[in-house]
Nanobody, 117 residues
Framework: QVQLVESGGGLVQAGGSLTLSCAASGRTFSIIATDWFRQAPGKEREFVARLTWSGDTVYVDSVKGRFTISRDGAKHTVYLQMNSLKPEDTAVYYC???????????WGQGTQVTVSS
């Protein structure tokens, strides 16, 4: 009952920046955290960042200091600001919500991020 739509992906040169958006609709009151994942061609899905309902954040080591997860005031949209992008950041990025009970309640369709060298 929660729908997520990612946007903001694209092609960027190494060292550049992109900001991804994850817009939520539906039963958003049930969301207790939002995660970003990514999946590169031929690789397994990888956790990237998490933002909890209370504002706590978690990042995978490879993006610490470069990526920032945040939300708007209404808590309907979560962002992933990506700076100093590297070719190894190339992947399809997905957002996912964690709902009451600690389970993943929804996934977005993904947005492609391609970083050229």
């Amino acid at each position: 009952q929660v729908q997520l739509v990612e946007s903001g992906g694209g092609l960027v040169q190494a060292g550049g920046s992109l900001t991804l958006s994850c817009a939520a609709s539906g039963r958003t009151f049930s969301i207790i955290a939002t995660d970003w994942f990514r999946q590169a061609p031929g690789k397994e899905r990888e956790f990237v960042a998490r933002l909890t309902w209370s504002g706590d954040t978690v990042y995978v080591d490879s993006v610490k200091g470069r990526f920032t997860i945040s939300r708007d005031g209404a808590k309907h949209t979560v962002y992933l600001q990506m700076n100093s992008l590297k070719p190894e950041d190339t992947a399809v990025y997905y957002c996912a919500t964690i709902v009451q009970g600690g389970t993943y309640g929804a996934w977005g369709q993904g947005t492609q991020v391609t970083v050229s060298s």
